[in-house]
């Protein structure tokens, strides 16, 4: 089945700390993979997908085939940064997007 | 550009009722999907509408149906409602021609059934 984990719920980082939130999929083939975030009070966004490769606030994500990973980086957290990130797989046939559970992450001063 | 607009905001309905949610994508979308996303969870794909079609459905009963119209908007419905109904349902917009595959959302509308 494809699926997406995301292991932690909640993830708390000093600010100018480095921040991972890990993500984890399981697939066949190329997946396409996404990261999604929503601000308080704000809608759900697309914060970056693996295959434009680019650095969006920071963070970058690297998909890791090998270990079925695509976690999301920023060597130094802003207290901006807190807020809810989902890891996203688009599914076989390319209709159906597939959320992982979200992490939450809050950023301290 | 507004956005991907949804309405209405928040609704409370009681079980057995029927609902109506209502989407107009993004300026230059063609394809709207829904999703639910319950309190605390992520969101679910119930379908996805291209070409006044359904794409593909998600693991959601026959109770929950969809249409688009030929201005892209889309309408999701959902008879006989359960408690369990009770979720924000999320629209989203993307276009075949500029990346099929990334979503823009609406804020949702928050359905409250009792």
């Known amino acids: 089945a494809q699926r997406v984990t995301q292991p932690e719920k909640l993830l708390s980082v000093f600010k100018g700390a480095p921040v991972e939130l890990k993500c984890n999929y399981s697939?066949?083939?190329?997946?396409?993979l996404f990261w999604y975030v929503q601000y308080s009070r704000q809608r759900l966004q697309l914060l970056l997908r693996?295959?434009s490769r680019e650095s969006i606030k920071g963070f970058t994500a690297d998909l890791n085939k090998g270990e079925t990973s695509f976690h999301l980086k920023k060597p130094f957290a802003q207290e901006e940064d807190s807020a809810m990130y989902y890891c996203?797989?688009?599914?076989?046939?390319?209709?159906?997007?597939?959320f992982g559970a979200g992490t939450r992450l809050f950023v301290k001063a | 550009d507004a956005g991907v607009t949804q309405s209405p905001t928040h609704l409370i309905k009681t079980r057995g009722q029927q609902v109506t949610l209502r989407c107009s994508p993004k300026s230059g979308h063609d394809t709207v999907s829904w999703y639910q996303q319950a309190l605390g969870q992520e969101p679910q794909f119930i379908f996805q509408?291209?070409?006044?079609?359904?794409?593909q459905r998600g693991n959601f009963p026959d109770r929950f149906s969809g249409h688009q119209f030929p201005n892209y908007s889309s309408e999701l419905n959902v008879n006989a409602l359960l408690l369990g109904d009770s979720a924000l349902y999320l629209c989203a917009s993307s276009s075949v021609n500029t990346g099929a595959n990334v979503l823009t959302f609406g804020a949702g509308s928050r359905l409250t059934v009792l």
């Open positions: 697939y066949s083939g190329s997946p396409e």
């Open positions: 509408y291209y070409e006044e079609e359904e794409r």
């Open positions: 693996h295959i």
């Open positions: 996203a797989l688009l599914n076989t046939g390319g209709f159906k997007t597939i």
